[in-house]
């Protein structure tokens, strides 16, 4: 493949996660309103109901993403990809469109299938890049994800000042021009040789899950990359209703919030990223991820001022160096011909993350902040903080995730 060729792929892979990204963070401001509208509902409801649509939508990403990236080993990356991205163009107008809770319910149930391709991009982008390059390519791919995170707020908190519904005809918008660049501009990245036939014990998530975790150094990787997606979750799932509590910001607020830490985010993926890895090696990387993560959730509860919490941002950003770092070494391990069920199952890891985080997350924060009691928004980073400790400690256990050559 020439490098003229290599681009524009690799662009189409990007903006894919972007979008993906997007879908989650374009709710997250007009969240509380949203809900409020269609179930006239108060905060405490709101965010109970929150975390209901969060969980729905990680559920699918957790059920159908290894079935897509074992779909993509065997057919190629090609048609997952540009079918996926063309239900996802439905469910923003399906979103635009609904004025139903239950409605509202189902079009997140389809974003949360469609969202499942996040796998599928992670191994095309295994495919173009030689090995000892996949760790700092899987940092564009967070880096994208970190841009959509940025836009999604964005245009989440901007355009929420027209209405609730205006941001999802520009995602619809969006994933629809990125459908066209794709049928143009992305050729098929996992050629005939490399494809093996569909397992379907590989297409489920506890089958995927059984059948690499006997590899030596991949439970325990997908362990700590679990660990520490609950922990991250606490931002999608309660950071809205918290700036809303804790510092009474609206949802313009609540999106330029979101927009900081997004850009933050990229950052660190796109090149912070490649000088900590020189300096310090994936496992070190790691380490040190996790540690910027756990300053950030030990100050965040305790902060009175939210100008000191967006001056915090870059910190917890950091944190996102153990991803791709973990990601890598687990990659390196695994032929060709499995890189798609391994981000099949790295995305259903994160997608447990969250449909668990935000149960938890917004249980905590509307038992920390219900009638009555003295209120403390900042709860659920608390429970982060306790499950980076678990992660830094199962994280030192050994040397490295990466197995022996044998």
Known sequence: MRVSDFRLPVVFLLVTVAIDALGIGLILPVMPDLIGEVSHRGLSGAAMWGGVLATVYAAMQFLFAPLLGALSDAVGRRPVLLSTLGLMVIDYVVMAYTQSLPVLLIARTIGGFAAATHSTAFAAMADLSPPEKRT??????????????????????????????????????????????????????????????????????????????????????????????VAFAVYPAVWAFFGHARFGWGASVIGISLGIFGISYAAVQAGIIRLLLRRFGESGTALFGLICAGVAFALIPFIEDGRLVLALTPVAALGGTLGPAVQGMMSQSLTPDRQGALQGVLTSTAALASVVSPLIMTSVFAAFTAPGRDAFPGAPFLVSLALIFAATALLLLGRSLRPSPA
């Open 136 to 229: 700092q390519s899987f940092g564009l791919i967070g880096a994208a994800f970190g841009l959509g995170f940025v836009l999604g707020p964005t245009i989440g908190g901007l355009l929420g000042e027209f209405g609730t519904r205006a941001p999802f005809w520009l995602a619809a918008a969006l994933a629809g021009a990125n459908t066209v660049l794709g049928f143009w501009a992305f050729p098929e990245t996992n050629p005939h040789h490399n494809r093996r036939r569909f397992r379907a014990r590989e297409a489920n998530p506890f089958g995927a899950f059984r059948a690499l975790s006997k590899m030596p150094g991949i439970r325990r990787g997908l362990t700590i990359l679990f660990l520490y997606h």
